[in-house]
Structures are given as structure tokens and as C-alpha cells.
T-cell receptor
């Protein structure tokens, strides 16, 4: 595998289900991101992990729960979602410099198309 | 607050025509980065270019060229001799903290349709 991979590519779930989205980067990066892309809004940043520490949470509802067990893997745990959460969820990674807010270009995965019934 | 505006929602041209995608940005920082990404129907965002705020040189890469003008806060993207494979949604993005410690702020995207 190369680049940034995401699984599953498509997911349909009911509002009471619990599911997880997985992201893996094979680029040796140390910062990872979750973005949401819905039809009605531009790409929105959800979470940022820099050196495995969550540094950003853009007022995301608690029904979305991120997890970053190591610098290569990022999860987004989903529970009791709403139909308006249906969207394309994109993962990205970049190289962050220690002790700095600077990070290099973000590279994106193919996304998970989520449909909430 | 930072903001990126892509006023062109959709552009349709015939193959081999040149096309320019507009991007206007707002930021209070003197140090920032601008990006263009391409999103084909498959969904993946493909990185095209990154420019920092101190480098106003125009860049050319094959049929692609970018015009960065700080005076007008614009970072426009031109495709010369367009091809059907160029059909995609193109996003302009801005970061005020290097490449993205705070994430990227995206424009709404321009859907480019190249007709054969």
C-alpha cells in the first residue's frame, strides 16, 4: 500500500449503529487529520492529531470520536449518528516539525462515503 | 479569520480550450500557504501545488500554471489545452500555520467539465 488508505470506502448505517472508519498512512508522516465533505458545505476540518496528540477539535459533536493509537493510524468512531452526518469523510496526513506549528503539505486518502439512514 | 472564495461553481469548456479557475483568499497573517487540489469522481483529493506567501513567482508544470498575486489576494490556476481527463472538482485552500497544523481552509470548489 502507498499513500493514505481509508476503509471502508462505503458505509451505510442506521442511527443506532456503532461503526468505525479507519485511516492508515504509509508516508512516514506524524500529523493526521479528519475532514468532512458534505454536499451543502465546503470541506470542513474535524480533528487534527500532531505527534499523536489531538491539537484541534473543530466543535465536532461528541457522536464522532477520534482515536490515534500511533502516527500511522487514525480512527473515527461513530455512534448514534444523524442523517445529516451523511457525507464523504476524508483523512489526510502531513509531516509536522517538532516544537513547531509548521507542517508540510497534506496528502489525502480516497475517503469513506457514509450514508446514515 | 481566513477565508477562500472560488466564485466559479461550474465551468464547462470544449477540449483543447484554455481555462482559468479563480481563487481569492483572505488572511490577516503575513505568513501563509496556498494550495490547489484536484478531486476526480473517485473522491480522492490530489495535491497539485503549494505556494508560500513570500514567493510570488508564477509556476508552470506542463499544461498547468498558477498566478499568485498578493496585491489582489488571488491565486488563479490555468489549464492550457484542456483534456477530458482534467474534468474534476478543483479546490483552492489556505493555511496560516505552515502546511496545516490547524488544518486547511478550503474554498467551495469549482467543478470543471471538459467536453470532448
Amino acid at each position: 500500500e502507498t499513500g493514505v488508505t481509508q476503509t471502508p470506502r462505503h458505509l451505510v448505517m442506521g442511527m443506532t449503529n456503532k461503526k468505525s472508519l479507519k485511516c492508515e498512512q504509509h508516508l512516514g508522516h506524524n500529523a493526521m487529520y479528519w475532514y468532512k465533505q458534505s454536499a451543502k458545505k465546503p470541506l470542513e476540518l474535524m480533528f487534527v492529531y500532531n505527534f499523536k496528540e489531538q491539537t484541534e477539535n473543530n466543535s465536532v459533536p461528541s457522536r464522532f470520536s477520534p482515536e490515534c493509537p500511533n502516527s500511522s493510524h487514525l480512527f473515527l468512531h461513530l455512534h448514534t449518528l444523524q442523517p445529516e452526518d451523511s457525507a464523504l469523510y476524508l483523512c489526510a496526513s502531513s509531516q509536522a516539525l517538532a516544537g513547531s506549528t509548521f507542517t508540510d503539505t497534506q496528502y489525502f486518502g480516497p475517503g469513506t462515503r457514509l450514508t446514515v439512514l | 479569520a481566513q477565508k477562500v472564495t472560488q466564485a466559479q461553481t461550474e465551468i464547462s469548456v470544449v477540449e483543447k480550450e484554455d481555462v482559468t479557475l479563480d481563487c481569492v483568499y483572505e488572511t490577516r497573517d503575513t505568513t501563509y500557504y496556498l494550495f490547489w487540489y484536484k478531486q476526480p469522481p473517485s473522491g480522492e483529493l490530489v495535491f497539485l501545488i503549494r505556494r508560500n506567501s513570500f514567493d510570488e513567482q508564477n509556476e508552470i508544470s506542463g499544461r498547468y500554471s498558477w498566478n499568485f498575486q498578493k496585491s489582489t489576494s488571488s491565486f488563479n490556476f490555468t489549464i492550457t489545452a484542456s483534456q477530458v481527463v482534467d474534468s474534476a472538482v478543483y479546490f483552492c485552500a489556505l493555511s496560516e500555520a505552515g502546511g496545516g497544523a490547524d488544518g486547511l481552509t478550503f474554498g467551495k470548489g469549482t467543478h470543471l467539465i471538459i467536453q470532448p
